[in-house]
């Protein structure tokens, strides 16, 4: 039987976003950024007390979200969770993009801005960061003037590692009076920068946060907004009445309370970039400076031969040759034992460019 169903042509006309393949668990994991250290043993403890009782109830939200406002410096009414970050960003479309109207960002860059953007049928202005991985904030400016509903910055950028600082965002706040600013700010604890502590100066100011990658939670799924009370009122109106489980509450609440675990791996992390970053340039890899637990790098023509070399021995890394050029890749900071690993397969299989 035939079925014909009316869909959207917004949906037609895209394909679907690919998530990472199946089979990683006992591979190493450079590829998307995780945790690959683990969360804090915290969190299994706590999740291991959830009764049964507590599984067959509808989540509450009031105690368990209390710990994680103190955990950004916030006030309980500047704190909205959602079902991880990517549906943190969804809120922000839901809530001001229409079918026609305007949203800016600055690519390469988190690719859920653009999918979500394509969706709701927005049209999309893109401004690039530059050969040397720099941020275009002469282009913000100027693109703020036609009054875009949304602007979506990740800081630090994923992938080029990017990171601008106070003097930039002001700028951008005061030029953005009719443009909402979603600070993605999900390598904040690597970067040691945050914006949270403007929301209440700039209503139009609004910061997308996760738990996916600091504290280790990836698989369940938690991701915050961070505003100012009334702008943040807003947003709620989109929101369903249950958007997060029980078991990320819980794990989350863990977490946040064993910050000296979360601590170490950003220091880990912190120690492993650059020397990640001296050990490629002596094997004439460039690779770009970053404030995240990853570093951008960038293998050259002979680059896509390799990555399917490392992919083989179980070695995954990030290709971004579809969206930056043939040999690009974003590679995870993972344990030092990880790392090494890496080194040796691409010492190796690698030939340094003539």
Partial sequence: ?????????????????????EGRADKVRLDFNENTTGCSPAVRRALAKL????LAMYPEYQAPTAPLARYFDVRLEELLLANGGDDALRVFFD???????????CEPTFPMYRYYAEIYG??????RYGSEMEFPLEGILAALRKKPRVLFLANPNNPTGTLFGFKELEKILHAATHTSVVMDEAYAEFSGFTAVPWIRKFPQLFVARTFSKVAGLASLRLGA????????????????????????????????????TMR???SEVK????????????????????????????FGRDGPVLFRKLERQGILVRERTKDMGPGFARISIGTSTEMKKLLNAIRKEWKEPA
């Fill in 1 to 21: 039987m035939k079925v014909h169903l009316p869909v959207r042509e917004a949906i037609l006309n895209r394909r679907t976003y690919e998530a990472p393949a």
């Fill in 51 to 54: 009764t049964s009782k507590q």
């Fill in 95 to 105: 809530t001001f993009v229409e079918a026609g109207s305007s949203v800016l960002i």
């Fill in 122 to 127: 927005a049209r999309i202005s893109a401004l």
């Fill in 225 to 260: 907004v961070i505003a100012c009370k009334e702008s943040l009122t807003l947003v709620r109106r989109a929101m369903p009445p249950f958007p997060v489980n029980l078991a990320a509450l819980v794990a989350a609440e863990a977490a946040v309370k064993d910050r000296a």
């Fill in 264 to 266: 170490a791996y950003v």
């Fill in 271 to 298: 120690r492993l970039r650059p020397w990640l970053a001296i050990e490629l340039q002596k094997l004439g890899v460039r690779s770009f400076p970053s404030a995240g637990n990853f570093l951008l790098a960038d």
